[in-house]
Every structure is written in structure tokens, then in C-alpha cells.
């Protein structure tokens, strides 16, 4: 299993948001949309704020794959299912990363609906 460079992680996770596109059941990228990600330990992760139903998460948890940039990294990824015993640690890094934004904001980020979506991104070498 491919992993981050430190670098890489630590770039990534500094950028306020990254742009991914999942790829289709045909391997073709679909458009990209612009998302949050944290950093936990040494993984990266996304969730989808519109619950599962949001078209990306339908079609990256269809696909498996896709393709992120992030500044200047442009980098394939694997999305894999996180571990639900990580949520309450991955709702921290949400909830501290994006201080600044209002508390409701926060709060649908960190909600069960998007917790439920919580997926990492695994870089594909």
C-alpha cells in the first residue's frame, strides 16, 4: 500500500481546501469540486457535508479512485471507507482546522450525516 511522503502530507494538509475528481465506472475523471481536508496522523481525509446521496461521494465510493490537487500536488488517490473508531478524532482535526468559520458550519461538518461519509485518500504510485 502506497503511502504519504511526510512532505506531502504536511503540504496537503496546510491547504485550506483540495480539488477532487472521482472517476467513473468508465475510468474518465468527472468534475472536480472543492472540498475540505484534515490530516490525522498520517492519513488525509475528506467528507461529504451533503451526506451520501452528494453525487462526488456516490461516484468516488463507486469508483474506489479518482484524483486530487492540492497547490501544487496532483496526485491519484485511492478512497477507502476510514475507520468509524477514528470519527471523534477526525471531527477534532475538522473542528480545529476551520476555527474560523461559524460554529454551524462546524457542526455540519462534524454531524452524523457527514461523519458517515468519512473517507481517506490513499495516494495511488
Do not use: C
Not at 488525509?44 to 452528494?54: E, I, K, P, Q
Amino acid at each position: 500500500m502506497a503511502k504519504w511522503t511526510a512532505d506531502e502530507l504536511t503540504r496537503i494538509a496546510a491547504m485550506e481546501e483540495l480539488r477532487l475528481a472521482a472517476a467513473g465506472r468508465d475510468g474518465t475523471l468527472r468534475m472536480p469540486v472543492t472540498i475540505w481536508v484534515v490530516r490525522h496522523d498520517r492519513g488525509l481525509y475528506v467528507r461529504s457535508v451533503n451526506g451520501a446521496t452528494a453525487t462526488w461521494y456516490r461516484t468516488a465510493t463507486e469508483s474506489g479512485h479518482g484524483r486530487i490537487r492540492a497547490g501544487s500536488i496532483d496526485q491519484d488517490v485511492s478512497f477507502v471507507e476510514a475507520d468509524p473508531a477514528l470519527a471523534g478524532d477526525i471531527d477534532t482535526e475538522y473542528a480545529t482546522k476551520y476555527q474560523r468559520y461559524a460554529a454551524s458550519i462546524i457542526s455540519e461538518i462534524t454531524s452524523a450525516r457527514a461523519r458517515s461519509t468519512t473517507l481517506e485518500l490513499r495516494p495511488r504510485r
